[in-house]
């Protein structure tokens, strides 16, 4: 089951994280952020992230694609924070 609370917390964490990264001209930082953000899905609801992931098993962990996963991962968490 999906709390309320988890999908609230991650979308803090994530959205905070996103902010900063987005605007980063520093590597190191982004390689921080990745390294934040993979650890807290150790941490996470695995149904909440079998729900942002959509089965992706590298979603969020893979450095290439990051950007646009932890984008899409603040859309769906912004939709499920605020939905109803």
């Known amino acids: 089951m999906i709390t309320k609370d988890s ?3 991650a979308y803090a964490f994530f959205h905070q ?6 605007y980063s001209n520093m590597d190191w930082q982004k390689d921080d952020i990745e390294y ?3 650890s807290y899905i150790e941490t996470m609801s695995p149904e909440l992230f079998e729900k942002i992931s959509a089965g992706r098993p590298d979603f ?3 450095h290439l694609t990051f950007k ?3 984008s899409k991962a603040v859309e769906i968490l ?3 924070t605020f939905a109803n």
Do not use: S
């Not at 994280?17 to 987005?22: E, L, M, P």
């Open 17 to 22: 994280k996103h902010r900063v990264y987005i």
């Open 36 to 38: 934040a953000i993979d």
């Open 60 to 62: 969020l962990r893979n």
């Open 7 to 9: 999908i609230e917390t």
């Open 78 to 80: 912004e939709e499920m």
């Open 68 to 70: 646009d996963d932890l």
